[in-house]
Each structure stands twice: as structure tokens, then as C-alpha cells.
């Protein structure tokens, strides 16, 4: 699943008889016609020959993994995914996203896309009562959900030459990976605003783009009050007179408001997460938040915070925003949480550039001894061989070597 458009090892695909890459004449008359059919090519990256599906984007036809099969691909394909036990992933597919043999995967959203009644709900931190081993697999949060479009979107995935990644990119892969999801009976793609890139030439086209989207989330009397759900930059927030004004980047002409007693939960719960943000050059804010329309303008109801470096790589914690910066010129994947709490032994990165691909973990030097036992004796009896930065040494550990 390409993350940008720049040179990366090809692929070699099979139709029927036919086999053709990304540098074959007439490469988007195949696609179109693969999606015309509806025909699955398979990638002949690894003897998995795992499938793949022809998305149509802004009248362009790409290539996409299935869900579910990235671990099949070989490492070096650009449709390579980690295992998902080595991610949050694991967890929650096959119970909260399920996969049929077309391709389309179902979320099960443990909050809701439509409400009766004005009053807003908790922000979703992603983080859990400490009481609790773990969240429930059954259904995505609002952050796992951001955790899921992320990893589907393969912006997880890094490699040296991609250099650098623009908000066009984002923008393009997310709103590709929800047109081939389903929650709450309905496309994800019908409820998803991630606005486009913002272009002051264009004002006018993408208000009445906007508008055109938003109108089936306008309130209509004696139903209840459809929700939307957003994906965006924060860039910055103001008080207003019953609360807080929210200002998002590619959206400078919409109004998004956030009553008072939300704000001081959001404040409480994402408030280390704008100053980790804050703190390191370059780096995003990314907020999901699912929303009602009121006019012109937008009520936030419930929301939650994911801090990405400036090549949108999402982080936890310092140590691990130091590993990934130590990374840079490296090919690696990212693991995700989804609903597993911020202690959870998992894989903080898979390096895909070692042989064979190597775990990486960086737990936070907040864990209990007790916890970081328990990861390394998971780490010893992975899929891949492990490399750990104990939680008490400041010092990183040298990389493995590229092989």
C-alpha cells in the first residue's frame, strides 16, 4: 500500500496468465480493468502469493493489499504489514474488524455515529483504569479506529526513500482506506470528513465540496442526530463564550465548538500529548473526534489525540520518538495499540530491513519492573528476534545492521 508517490522495489503481479508491474505499458488500462471486473491480482512478492484489490482514487486506479494479508507479503514489498500479534492489531481483528472474502471489512464502534439529545460524551484518551487487564477486543474506541484507518492507510510504514510525506498523501490513503470499511451498518467513507489539502485558489470548490458531504448530517426533526467523524490537524483552539473554539489545518473557514465541561476533560487527558507535540520540531497533533452539524458550524462530542512526527509517524513517548528519529534512514514498520492500554507488551516498530525482520521494543521508563518482565520474556518467544532498550538504561542500544 503505497504511502507516496517515489520509486520502491517492485512488485511483480499475476492475472489470469498475465503477470505485469507498476512499470508495465498501459499499468493503469490493467487497473481499470481489474476494477472494472472486479478481479483480484495476486502479488508475487513471497509464495504466499497473497491477493490484492484495484482502488479507484480522485480517477486514479492503485493497487492495494486486502486486509488482513500484509504479514503475508514478503518484507521487501511495499504491501508488506507486520504480524498482528506484534500490534495491538491482534487483539481486536477477527472480533472488532472483521474481513469477508471481497475484501470489505466491518468495524464494530464501541460508541455511537448517531444520537438524541445535545449533551457531549468523554474524550476517548486511548489509555485505561490501571484496574483493568485490558480493553475489550469486541469494539474499536474512537482512537483504535484512528489506529486502524492509520494502519490501513500504510502510514505506519517507513522507508528511507520516501524522504518526506505531505497532508495530499494523507489525506489520499485515509480517505482510501475507509471506502473499503463498513461500521454502524453504513460506509465509513459516508461518515469520514478528512479535509483536503487547502489551497486559497480553490476556497470556494472545497467549501462547496464540504458542504455537499456535510449535508446528510444536517439534523432533521423526530430522527435522531447523524454524527460525522473527523481526522485532522489540530492547529490551534481559542475561547468562546460557552466553551472553546477548535481550529483545524485545511479547514481555516469551518467553526468547530467544544463545551466547557469537555474541554477540562480533553485538557486533562490530551494535555501531555500537545506538549510532547509541542516540544519536538516539526511534529502533528492528529485528532479523531466524532462531531454533529449545527448549521455552518460543528459540536465535538467526543475526541481523541494521536501525536505523529513530522513524517506522520504516530508516537507514544519520547524514547520512542528517539527510536524512530534513529530510524529515519531505515526501512521499519510501526506498531499500534488499537484498545490495548499504553503498558500492553507489544512491539513498538518491526525493522523489515534486517533478515529476517527484527521486534523492536522501547518500553516507557514509567513501566514496573514486574511488566517489563513480562515483555521481555514475550519478546524471547516472538515471531521475530527481538531487540529491547530496557526501560531503565538511557542509552539506546546500537540498531541491527541492515542485511
Not at 473499503?180 to 485558489?201: C, G, H, I, Q, T
Request: aromatic residues 8%; neutral net charge.
Amino acid at each position: 500500500m503505497r504511502s507516496a508517490d517515489i520509486a520502491v522495489p517492485a512488485s511483480r503481479y499475476q492475472l489470469g496468465a498475465d503477470t505485469f508491474d507498476a512499470a508495465s505499458p498501459n499499468w493503469q488500462g490493467i487497473l481499470a480493468t481489474a476494477h472494472r471486473n472486479k478481479a483480484r491480482p495476486a502479488c508475487l512478492c513471497s509464495s504466499a502469493s497473497p491477493l490484492m484489490y484495484v482502488a479507484k482514487i480522485q480517477g486514479e486506479f492503485y493497487l492495494k493489499r486486502m486486509p488482513g494479508t500484509g504479514h503475508a507479503h514478503d518484507p521487501s514489498c511495499d504491501s508488506f504489514a507486520m504480524p498482528p500479534e506484534l500490534s495491538g492489531l491482534g487483539q481486536v481483528e477477527g472480533k472488532a474488524i472483521t474481513t469477508d472474502d471481497s475484501g470489505e471489512t466491518t468495524l464494530k464502534l464501541d460508541f455511537p455515529l448517531s444520537v438524541r439529545g445535545r449533551r457531549g460524551v468523554a474524550p476517548d484518551a486511548g489509555d485505561h483504569e490501571p484496574t483493568v487487564a485490558e480493553a475489550s477486543p469486541s469494539k474499536l474506541g474512537l482512537l483504535g479506529l484512528l489506529h486502524f484507518l492509520w494502519d490501513a492507510a500504510g502510514l505506519t510504514m517507513w522507508r528511507p526513500a520516501y524522504a518526506r510525506r505531505s497532508w495530499w498523501i494523507v489525506h489520499r490513503e485515509l480517505t482510501a482506506a475507509a471506502e473499503r470499511a463498513n461500521a454502524k451498518s453504513m460506509p465509513l467513507s459516508s461518515v469520514l470528513f478528512v479535509p483536503p489539502m487547502f489551497s486559497a485558489e480553490k476556497k470556494d470548490e472545497l467549501a462547496a465540496a464540504r458542504r455537499r458531504f456535510l449535508h446528510h448530517l444536517q439534523p432533521v426533526k423526530g430522527k435522531p442526530m447523524p454524527l460525522g467523524v473527523l481526522v485532522a490537524e489540530l492547529k490551534d483552539m481559542e475561547p468562546s463564550q460557552y466553551g472553546r473554539r477548535i481550529r483545524f489545518k485545511h479547514l481555516p473557514d469551518m467553526a468547530f465548538f467544544m463545551e466547557e465541561e469537555l474541554c477540562a476533560r480533553f485538557d486533562k487527558l490530551a494535555g501531555d500529548k500537545i506538549r510532547d507535540v509541542e516540544a519536538v520540531e516539526g511534529a502533528h497533533l492528529i485528532v479523531i473526534a466524532t462531531f454533529n452539524m449545527r448549521g455552518n458550524y460543528a459540536e465535538i462530542r467526543q475526541i481523541a489525540v494521536m501525536a505523529v512526527t513530522a513524517q506522520w509517524i504516530p508516537f507514544d513517548h519520547d524514547r520512542e520518538l528517539r527510536l524512530i528519529e534513529a530510524m529515519r534512514d531505515r526501512h521499519f514498520s510501526k506498531s499500534l495499540r488499537y484498545n490495548m492500554r499504553q503498558d500492553a507488551p507489544i512491539a513498538n516498530a518491526v525493522m523489515l530491513d534486517t533478515s529476517p525482520p527484527t521486534a523492536l521494543y522501547c518500553p516507557s521508563q514509567a513501566l514496573q519492573p514486574e511488566l517489563e518482565r513480562e515483555l521481555v520474556e514475550i519478546a524471547a518467544e516472538g515471531v521475530y528476534p527481538a531487540w529491547i532498550w530496557p526501560a531503565q538504561d538511557d542509552d539506546m542500544p546500537g540498531l541491527p545492521a541492515a542485511g
